[in-house]
Nanobody, 124 residues
Framework: EVQLVESGGGLVQPGGSLRLSCAAS????????MSWVRQAPGKGLEWVSA????????VYAESMKGRFTISRDNVKNTLYLQMNSLKTDDTAVYYC?????????????????WGQGTQVTVSS
C-alpha cells in the first residue's frame, strides 16, 4: 500500500522558516518524481515544486523561486521542502504527491497518490 505522510508544518512568523518532510512507503521511491502542492484557505490547488526521481532536476513555481528548496533522500525514502522567508500568502495545507508514472519526464504531469497534508500558517 502506497503511503505518503507529511510532517513539519506549524505556525511561523513572517520571514521565518519551516522544513516539511514527506515519508514515503509502499513503492520504489527512487523510481518516481515527486511534487509539493498546496491549498490556501478558500482557494484551489497550487503546484509548488517538483523533483526528478534522482534529484537531478528541480523546478519551482515562480513565487517560490529563491525561497523554497525541494530535495529528497532516496535512502530514507523521504521528500523535503525547505521554506524560507515565509509570507502570509504561504499559509496553506501542503501536500506531497507521487507522479503517476516512473522514470523521466514524459511531457505530461499527473499524480496518483497524495499525502494527508500538513498545515502551514504564517502569521504574526
Amino acid at each position: 500500500e502506497v503511503q505518503l505522510v507529511e510532517s513539519g508544518g506549524g505556525l511561523v512568523q513572517p520571514g521565518g522558516s519551516l522544513r516539511l518532510s514527506c515519508a514515503a512507503s509502499g513503492f520504489t521511491f527512487d523510481d518516481y518524481a515527486m511534487s509539493w502542492v498546496r491549498q490556501a484557505p478558500g482557494k484551489g490547488l497550487e503546484w509548488v515544486s517538483a523533483i526528478s526521481w534522482n534529484g537531478g532536476i528541480t523546478v519551482y513555481a515562480e513565487s517560490m523561486k529563491g525561497r523554497f528548496t525541494i530535495s529528497r533522500d532516496n535512502v530514507k525514502n523521504t521528500l523535503y521542502l525547505q521554506m524560507n522567508s515565509l509570507k502570509t500568502d504561504d499559509t496553506a495545507v501542503y501536500y506531497c504527491a507521487k507522479r503517476a508514472y516512473s522514470g523521466n519526464w514524459k511531457g505530461w504531469e499527473a499524480y496518483d497518490y497524495w499525502g494527508q497534508g500538513t498545515q502551514v500558517t504564517v502569521s504574526s
